[in-house]
């Protein structure tokens, strides 16, 4: 007990802590002054009520302050402002605090040497009700941690000196699997319930949805997405699977929200590992791919709709769904909408669960892989229409390229239908993409029921490949071997990668990076690369030799530990492959990203402009924005503007929310991936953006920007 006592307080001390006093005189600000919770509020609706800034001035904004963060990188952090102070989180995991009206910073948390691995898209805050007890809360790796808001320091009575493990409530099985959380969790009352990421393959963790306490870091209540014995939707996967230890996720990723005046808990889910073929988990394979309604205060289910019957095609609910209300039949009706990477919004009745809008289980193609039994039907909204063309023909390819005609010709060859199966033949268009329509950016809404989404309409080819059995892999020397079982995927069997589609190649990697930093990232991932944890040090060892050139060969090899471990996959896709041609551009016309007003009043668009720009494109085509992929959401305002970043065009733009007007629009210092906050400070609105940079092949970033008249 001592022990384990002196080896928390050294790593404590280890963390470098730097800490400024609160500034004083500090001042309970209005509610309306506050973004005090993840995307601006418990609903996630992205809104605002202050409107200082109107279409009228917002011409005149100007940088108020910038922040500089000591790294640079990717940075999807939406802030918090409470009472005048606003917390983040930079691109390497260091929690901060600052002086919302001047940027001037007031304590920082965090070792970026040991945080580097998880990209995290903010904090969450709590705090009792007399305010004497204030939280930031947020995680750093596989571990949620407790600190005081004032001062950055760690809770020493928060769980395990400070902070959570979050494979906590898994059991023994899954103690040394890959987790982590790159969305702050959702506080409700004494609650914080956590969304957490886990990896894709087979052998994932499962993806229970968990709450905590947020005073005592106990864990108060689990549910299972993948369901125990005598638990409804036990029967939609094969017998046992709950501790088959090859079936994992089925996990909310993206973030939840909650309705403080009904206790429910809206949980968004992923589908189950493996992604894109599931002969060992026939069945509809509830709670995956779920819009899950939850007792906040137990974790009961209230209701449920599933979205994707037996995913094969990774449509993960890429954000937390919105909370709003509508008007139906001349009464105000409280709903839940849900974005789709489809490019479909679902709207359910809050309380019921009853879809609003007809939604019809429409016939799609059966699988002709073997083993797999694709599900018959998939749900389909008649309204809204979608936000993202659903289908291509070879009419709405890239006239621009200069590779239309080698485009045309992978075009005609692969599955174009809509939710067809990935083959191992020809190949299968999904569109939009792995990464759209919807993204984790989510939606916003204002209180005349009108939602807001940002879309991406990006084309991926995906093709299913036998995985050799290991003893096809007894030839190969045990560091190519390890590299063939998790590397390969992505960075190809002559580790060139795919560049274009965010995988870098690894070739020649020694004169790029050194040893240590490789094995960092083999450790604990990188992005969205997940870490190999499960890896024995030796396989370790032999991976990064075999990367480094230096490995030793023999003629032939025994199987090592991570082969003989590491789950059998019969079928594995090629590589995650975006439809671009020689130059990087969409093989598919214009628009690339867009951004669309939907009422959901009366489920129809009040309007759709393209949401970014490649200038050498639309120079050529009179001026008309191409759109471009873009991560990050929108904020809207009472007074008619919508905000947003996301674009890979480097732009801050803001529009009209009554006619999708362009209004103004400045240029960042590296991209905004991230979703906008507005607030008040000392009596001025602000709207702050994270540049971070660092995706779709974009510079890198470490500035937090902020805006006001």
Request: aromatic letters at 10%; glycine letters at 10%; one cysteine or more.
């Amino acid at each position: 007990m001592i022990t384990r006592l002196v080896t928390a307080i050294a790593l404590f001390a280890a963390l470098a802590f730097t800490f400024l006093p609160t500034p004083p005189g500090r001042k309970k600000a209005p509610a309306s002054a506050n973004w005090a919770s993840y995307l601006g509020g418990p609903d996630r609706a992205h809104y605002s009520p202050l409107t200082q800034i109107t279409p009228q001035n917002v011409t005149d904004l100007k940088v108020a302050w910038s922040y500089a963060a000591p790294d640079a990188g990717q940075m999807q952090c939406n802030p918090l402002i409470v009472d005048g102070v606003l917390y983040g989180v930079t691109a390497t995991v260091q929690a901060f605090a600052l002086d919302a009206a001047t940027g001037k910073e007031l304590w920082t948390f965090g070792d970026p040497l040991r945080a580097w691995h998880s990209t995290s898209r903010g904090v969450a805050y709590w705090q009792n009700d007399a305010g004497t007890d204030q939280r930031i809360l947020y995680t750093i790796g596989g571990f949620l941690y407790g600190l005081d808001a004032k001062t950055g320091k760690v809770i020493p009575t928060f769980g395990d000196n400070g902070r959570i493990d979050l494979h906590t409530g898994l059991g023994e099985a899954n103690r040394d699997k890959f987790i982590i959380s790159n969305t702050p969790g959702t506080i409700y009352k004494n609650l914080i319930i956590m969304p957490v990421r886990v990896a894709e393959e087979s052998g994932a963790a499962p993806g229970h949805v968990r709450a905590f306490d947020v005073q005592t870091g106990k864990l108060v209540w689990t549910f299972r997405t993948i369901p125990n014995p005598g638990e409804a939707g036990y029967d939609t996967w094969p017998k046992d699977a709950y501790k088959n230890p090859d079936i994992g996720g089925a996990n909310c990723w993206a973030g939840m929200a909650v309705d403080p005046k009904t206790g429910l808990l809206f949980v968004p889910t992923g589908s189950a590992t493996y992604d894109f073929y599931g002969a060992n988990r026939k069945g509809s394979n509830l709670y995956a791919n779920c819009l899950l309604a939850l007792d906040a205060a137990t974790g009961k289910r209230v209701w449920h709709f599933q979205f994707i019957h037996h995913d094969i095609w990774d449509r993960d609910l890429p954000a937390p769904p919105t909370l709003l209300t509508i008007q139906r039949n001349g009464k105000p009706v409280d709903v839940v909408a849900q974005t789709t990477k489809s490019g479909y919004v679902y709207v359910f009745d809050r309380r019921t669960g009853k879809p609003i809008f007809p939604i019809r289980e429409t016939p799609v193609p059966a699988s002709a892989m073997p083993g797999e039994q694709a599900w018959p039907t998939q749900p389909v909204p008649t309204l809204p229409a979608p936000f993202a063309r659903q289908s291509l023909t070879i009419n709405d390819l890239n006239a621009n390229s200069m590779d239309l005609d080698s485009l045309k010709t992978i075009f005609n060859r692969i599955d174009k239908r809509p939710f067809a199966p990935i083959n191992q033949t020809t190949g299968t268009l999904l569109f939009p993409g792995c990464d759209g329509g919807a993204e984790w950016g989510g939606s916003a809404a204002d209180p005349d029921g009108i939602l807001y989404v940002n879309a991406n309409e990006m084309a991926w080819i995906f093709q299913l490949k036998e995985t050799p059995k290991q003893d096809v892999l007894a030839h190969l020397s045990p560091g190519e071997r390890v590299y063939s079982t998790n590397c390969q995927t992505c960075h190809g069997p002559e580790r060139k990668g795919n560049p274009k589609s965010g995988y870098p190649s690894l070739v020649d990697i020694g004169q790029r990076r050194d040893r240590a930093y490789v094995s960092q990232i083999v450790s604990g991932g990188k992005g969205m690369m997940p870490g190999f944890t499960q890896l024995a040090a030796d396989d370790k060892q032999a991976l990064l030799s075999f990367l480094f050139g230096d490995e030793k060969r023999e003629v032939s090899a025994t199987p090592t530990k991570a082969a003989t471990r590491q789950p059998y996959q019969p079928y594995k896709v090629s590589g995650y492959n975006r439809f671009v041609d020689s130059k990087g551009l969409p093989a598919i016309a214009p628009p690339w990203g867009t951004l669309t007003a939907i009422d959901l009043n009366t489920g129809q668009h009040r309007w759709q402009v393209p949401l970014g720009d490649v200038k050498a494109i639309s120079d050529k085509n009179g001026g008309t924005p191409t759109g471009t992929e873009n991560y990050g959401g929108p904020v809207v305002t009472a007074s008619g503007l919508l905000f947003i970043a996301a674009t890979k065009d480097e732009q801050f733009r803001v529009f009209d929310t009554r006619t999708g007007k362009l209004l103004w629009q400045t240029t960042l210092p590296a991209a905004g991936h991230a979703t906008p906050s507005v607030y008040e400070a000392g009596g001025k609105q602000y709207v702050v953006i994270a540049c971070g940079g660092g995706k779709l092949g974009t510079k890198k970033g470490n500035q937090f920007v902020a805006f006001s008249l």
